[in-house]
């Protein structure tokens, strides 16, 4: 039986979209079988995110209508022929789903998949209550700005109102070094407001732009701090214990300097 | 701004976020239920109509934060029951 996570964030773009697409990619390379879903309809992303846009025939709300099979509505992934998509409808409105039909489309996808990753819309109207309605855990992806966090706040009252038990929080985009000057909420700020478990924190990179140009999540480039951190909580949602990644750069010039010449900073 | 105001260290902008997000929230999760609030409200005039008639359109329940939250009520009454 397939486990389905929610990403959610209250606010948007704080990075939903990219979190859903590095997981599922981090989850298809651990060798798991993955379906995506494109929650955000009218608003679809995930599908360019992915790089998959020039593949979709039919869509979630297709799927919902019963205008096909689930089946044909599952795009296969290029690069992993494990990990799949249900894109969101790009014409139609949040409207066009309901909570139940959400819970048996997911109730179907468990039969067959590990895991089920649902990219929610921003907002707490429709579109969320659709997203998390057929969720046995979520994924509340938030940045150290308040207005992210007073939103993932929010989310998180909704989501416990909801009755989901298993809410862990994923901090995106931080910036060591204006942690370090004290110009940014440090984790444990975040944590402490919050006051759910931390599942992941990702430090902000140019890679996750580079990337999203390209329609290929980070999470498979070794190079990139971002990507490192997402195989991380790849790990982590599969049950594996795996320390949290130093936040300051280590590596670098100005680093082994530091380093060899033993200069504190 | 006095002319050795650049003495005095400005607090760091990620402390004041904290400082800010933290009050905000006392308000948020306060009220983060409207429905709560009218059920609330219903609740306590059901029970006071036992006792008294109460003018319904100038009743007024808040929740009042200034100093910790406080249930503030105004109940207009219109005549006593009597018993």
Redesign the interface.
């Known amino acids: 039986m397939g486990e389905v996570i929610v990403i959610t964030s209250g606010k948007g773009g704080v990075g939903k979209t990219t979190t859903s697409a590095n997981l599922g990619c981090g989850l298809a390379i651990a060798n798991k079988n993955v379906v995506l879903i494109d929650a955000d309809i009218g608003l679809r992303n995930l599908d360019v995110v992915m790089g998959l846009e020039n593949r979709i025939v039919y869509d979630l709300v297709d799927v919902v209508e019963g205008k096909c099979r689930l089946k044909q509505a599952l795009i296969k992934d290029k690069r992993y022929p494990n990990l799949y998509l249900l894109a969101a409808a790009q014409t139609k409105d949040k409207t066009a789903v309901s909570p139940e039909q959400m819970v048996k489309l997911c109730d179907a996808l468990r039969e067959e998949h590990d895991y089920i990753i649902i990219d929610c819309p921003a907002g707490i109207e429709q579109g969320f209550k659709n997203a998390i309605a057929g969720a046995d855990r979520a994924i509340v992806v938030a940045t150290?700005?308040?207005s992210s966090?007073?939103d993932a706040?929010?989310i998180v009252?909704l989501l416990e109102a909801a009755e989901i038990k298993n809410i862990r929080l994923v901090l995106n985009r931080l910036r060591p070094d204006?942690?370090k000057?004290?110009?940014?909420?440090?984790v444990d700020?975040v944590v402490?407001?919050l006051a759910i478990e931390v599942l992941g924190l990702v430090p902000d990179d140019e890679a996750i732009v580079t990337s999203t140009n390209r329609g290929e999540p980070a999470v498979a480039d070794n190079n990139s701090r971002a990507g490192l951190a997402f195989r991380n909580i790849t790990q982590r949602i599969m049950g594996n214990d795996v320390p949290f990644m130093e936040l300051e750069e280590t590596g670098g010039f100005m680093a082994w300097l530091k380093k060899t010449f033993r200069i504190k900073n | 701004m006095s002319f050795f105001g650049f003495l005095n260290k400005k607090t760091?902008?990620?402390?004041v976020?904290?400082n800010?997000?933290?009050l905000?929230?006392i308000q948020?999760?306060m009220n983060?239920s409207p429905e709560m609030l009218e059920m609330l409200k219903s609740d306590i005039l059901k029970v006071l109509s036992n006792y008294v008639d109460i003018d319904e359109d100038d009743l007024a329940i808040d929740i009042n934060s200034n100093e910790g939250p406080a249930l503030v009520a105004n109940i207009p009454i219109k005549a006593w029951k009597k018993r």
Not at chain 1, 181 to 186: F, L
Not at chain 2, 12 to 15: D, E, I, K, L
């Open positions: 150290p700005e308040v966090v007073r706040d929010r009252g204006m942690i000057r004290k110009e940014m909420m440090t700020d402490d407001i | 760091p902008s990620g402390t976020a904290k800010r997000l933290e905000v929230l948020d999760r983060t």
